[in-house]
Antibody, heavy 123, light 106 residues
Framework: QVQLVQSGAEVRKPGSSVKVSCKAS????????VNWVRQAPGQGLEWMGR????????SYAQKFRGRVTITADKSTNTAYMEVTSLRSEDTAVYYC????????????????WGQGTLVTVSS | EIVLTQSPATLSLSPGERAILSCRAS??????LTWYQQKLGQAPRLLIY???NRAAGVPPRFSGSGSGTDFTLTISSLEPEDFAIYYC?????????FGQGTKLDI
């Protein structure tokens, strides 16, 4: 049974950076992509971007380009999502979610999700 | 970009009743529509993929239908554990955006 295990909660000051990890246990990322979705307090789900680990490719929602970097370490089956220049509006729970690879420009449904990582941005 | 609009925003029902949730796409997405359930404090859970296919372990009281731009999630007889927020998501094109959610309330 695949589990995506994320790193713990973080508190950061405005202008700083945060890097969240997502490790697959009971499986690998081979043949899958890893997406990142965030949810601000009391708000809906927002897709941020994804990585295709076995192709070393990443793509981003327009809103996050230039400020978010998504990477993966195939050797440890761990994906990472880094946000720089943090502002208070980035306070949210960040989720990783897996979907099956169906092509570079193709998306599938997210069948496994991490437990979420709360990132709080506050001075 | 494709925009998904869910309705109603909140649906207040009682256990045993039927729930019908709607998701409308701003342009045609064939059947590339997914439904997720999210309970308070938990990660979303995959319910229905490709408009009408139940994910593994999802009870048969959940069903999905629709194609093109109009989609429906039906819960035939509500159980207490079904009260949650439901999101639709399209995978037809980049970005794979979500609807704003429907809260199913007792």
């Amino acid at each position: 049974q695949v589990q995506l295990v994320q790193s713990g909660a973080e508190v950061r000051k405005p202008g700083s950076s945060v890097k969240v990890s997502c490790k697959a246990s009971g499986g690998t990322f081979s043949g899958y992509t890893v997406n990142w979705v965030r949810q601000a307090p009391g708000q809906g789900l927002e897709w941020m971007g994804r990585t295709i680990p076995f192709l070393d490719l990443a793509s981003y929602a327009q809103k996050f380009r230039g400020r978010v970097t998504i990477t993966a370490d195939k050797s440890t089956n761990t994906a990472y999502m880094e946000v720089t220049s943090l502002r208070s509006e980035d306070t949210a729970v960040y989720y990783c979610a897996r979907d099956s690879f169906c092509g570079v420009d193709c998306y599938s449904h997210f069948d496994y999700w991490g437990q979420g990582t709360l990132v709080t941005v506050s001075s | 970009e494709i925009v998904l609009t869910q309705s109603p925003a909140t649906l207040s029902l009682s256990p045993g009743e039927r729930a019908i949730l709607s998701c409308r796409a701003s342009q045609t997405i064939n059947t590339y529509l997914t439904w997720y359930q999210q309970k308070l404090g938990q990660a979303p859970r995959l319910l229905i993929y490709d408009a009408s296919n139940r994910a593994a372990g999802v009870p048969p009281r959940f069903s999905g239908s629709g194609s093109g731009t109009d989609f429906t999630l039906t819960i035939s007889s509500l159980e207490p554990e079904d009260f949650a927020i439901y999101y639709c998501q399209q995978r037809s094109s980049w970005p794979p955006a979500f609807g704003q959610g429907t809260k199913l309330d007792i």
